[in-house]
């Protein structure tokens, strides 16, 4: 027997036919776009090549946004920033060869930062895959060799139907801890090939959860319990897993003082009585941290600027609680904790016990008068002035981008970044040309927030190019340019070293002059008016440049 309703609810043949056809003239391009925007893609980075122009047809008519950049590896250092600012897998869009190649280095940065970029290439038709050396232009033998040593992950779609998922599997991968880049090839005639394939909707890519091991962290409560010196080093982990409300509640509830890598700028409160800071590139730091019976080491894997120079070698227990499994243990014998930051704190904010420590603001206090007094019998007062002027412009909240400039290695020990994942550098991979392009990134991420980057001269010439986009998105942007005539930190790196430098010294242009070719306001400054010039720089809509003529100095190094 039949009723109405069923009637009413079964389609016919040609309901069902109309529905699961798709719309004529969709590509694997197309089923890019499609995937990318199910799993929650609104913006794309990138600049289009030859073979990948089926899929910046298939974005041209989407409703992704494309920011396009004039270099590749440019374009990564946005989707870099993105990525840090949303927490998102930033979209890199790139071609064969020459291209993919170009984004290299800002993979690389991203790695090191833990940064959740998709870089999505083209490659060469699916013949011409497997080194067969048939002479396409762009060819490379293996192009993911290339990548595969820098990224997270490889996916390669060899046909339309493998296309959404692979990008499933390698957003999942980005996003699940430790954040990083992944790298996904398309070749060319795979992205313009027409497909049948319905259109992609319902896409799920949920990162896995790395939970720490109960046993472990047990352990480490006891240790950290019953600890009479216990401090705490918080990297960059605690930022990227959004663990600063955690890693406050339990430095309070031990009574620890907490010292800030680079990377982990912002994860505790500045003027906090237990706070360090960031001074690790000071004796009077690593002396302390040596004293600890119970070093807790959240989200770092005590590198070469975390350790000053690996002049740190810890007396008492460790904890390192860490996400990347390569870097546990790898400077230092711990109780090594595999686990997202904030997971791990959890776990131990659940069974650690109250602990009263009395003494640990004064001997916070007394290490950070050492180093002071330090500071203060060296000629750097400029330069000190300079990261004050900068702070008292900056809005709290407005992200801050560096460079590898000398004013940036003093702001990784000397400047208070307010709030967690609000101040980036380059310090991870260490490449030049960062600043400007991650802080065009990080204003698309936060519209109408004024974002800071910082470079010299040097550096700022990585990235001149990139005035045409901040101009082209009229993107809310203050670039600071410090013209010191040269790469001025390897001008003293070699001058103390070798007792001269080669190589160091630049001829460069007018900055303001070029500024204003591409139609940007450009100031020249001086240090005492960089504070007021920066703070109507900042406060003023799109993009601008404020050039400080100035010769800078590093505070002495303690690692030698």
């Known amino acids: 027997m039949t009723h109405d309703h069923d009637l009413v609810l079964r389609p016919t043949e040609a309901q069902t036919a109309a529905a699961l056809a798709p719309p004529p003239g969709r590509t694997g391009g197309d089923l890019v776009v499609e995937t990318l925007r199910s799993l929650g893609a609104t913006t794309v980075f990138g600049l289009p090549g030859q073979h990948a122009l089926g899929l910046f047809d298939a974005v041209g008519r989407s409703d992704l946004r494309l920011v396009g950049l004039r270099t590749e590896n440019n374009a990564g250092f946005a989707a870099d920033a993105y990525g840090r600012i949303t927490g ?14 170009m984004a290299l280095p800002a993979l690389a940065e991203a790695a090191a930062a833990s940064a959740p970029v998709l870089a999505l290439s083209s490659q060469v038709p699916v013949a011409g895959l497997g080194g067969g050396r048939r002479g396409h232009l762009h060819e490379l033998r293996d192009q993911s060799a290339s990548f595969r040593d820098v990224v997270k992950s490889v996916h390669t779609a060899r046909t339309p139907s493998q296309i959404p998922s692979v990008i499933a599997e390698a957003w999942e991968s980005a996003l699940t801890a430790p954040h990083g880049p992944v790298w996904v090839e398309v070749p060319e005639d795979v992205l313009r090939a027409e497909t049948f394939i319905p259109q992609v909707t319902g896409m799920d890519a949920t990162p ?18 019953s600890a009479e010196r216990p401090v ?38 500045w003027t906090h009585p237990l706070s360090l800071q960031s001074w690790l590139e000071d004796r009077h730091m690593t002396d302390f941290l040596e004293d600890a019976d119970v070093l807790l080491v959240v989200g770092s894997g005590l590198g070469e600027l975390s350790s000053n120079y690996h002049t740190f070698f810890p007396t008492g227990r460790v904890v390192q609680i860490e996400a990347d499994l390569g870097k546990l243990e790898s400077n230092h014998p711990a109780l090594g904790i595999h686990a997202d930051a904030r997971l791990a704190l959890q776990a131990l904010l659940e069974t650690v016990s109250e602990r009263e420590d009395p003494d640990a603001p004064e001997r916070v206090r007394l290490v950070l008068d050492d180093i002071e007094a330090r500071l203060a019998g060296q000629d750097v007062s400029l330069e000190r002035s300079l990261l004050t002027s900068i702070r008292s412009a900056l809005p709290p909240r407005s992200p801050s981008f560096w460079d590898m400039t000398i004013l940036s290695y003093w702001a990784w020990s000397a400047f208070d970044a307010k709030h967690p994942n609000t101040m980036h550098s380059a310090q991870g991979a260490g490449g030049l040309g960062y600043a400007f392009p991650a802080a065009l990134g990080a204003c698309v991420a936060e519209p109408g927030t004024p974002v800071l980057a910082v470079s010299g001269d040097g550096g700022a010439m990585y990235s001149i190019a990139e005035l045409a986009t901040a101009r082209q998105h009229d993107l809310d942007v203050t670039w600071l340019i410090v013209d010191d005539g040269g790469y001025g930190i390897l001008r003293e790196y ?67």
Request: aromatic share 6%.
């Open 88 to 101: 998102e897998a930033a979209p890199l869009l790139l071609s064969t060869g020459p291209g993919a190649l």
């Open 208 to 225: 896995h959860e790395l939970a720490p091991r109960p046993e472990l962290t047990a352990l480490a409560a006891h240790w950290l319990s």
């Open 232 to 269: 705490i080093i918080a990297g960059g982990g605690v930022v990227r897993s959004d663990a600063a409300g955690k890693l406050r509640q339990l430095a309070e509830r031990l009574g620890a003082p907490v010292v800030t890598t680079f990377g982990g700028k912002g994860a505790f409160p």
């Open 494 to 560: 070699m001058t103390q070293s070798f007792g001269s430098a080669t190589a160091t010294e630049l001829t460069r242009p007018d900055f303001a002059a070029l500024a204003a070719s591409f139609d940007v306001p450009a100031t020249t400054t001086t240090p005492e008016s960089l504070a007021a010039d920066l703070k109507k720089a900042l406060a003023t809509p799109g993009p601008s440049v404020v050039v400080l003529p100035a010769l800078l100095k590093m505070f002495a190094p303690t690692h030698v």
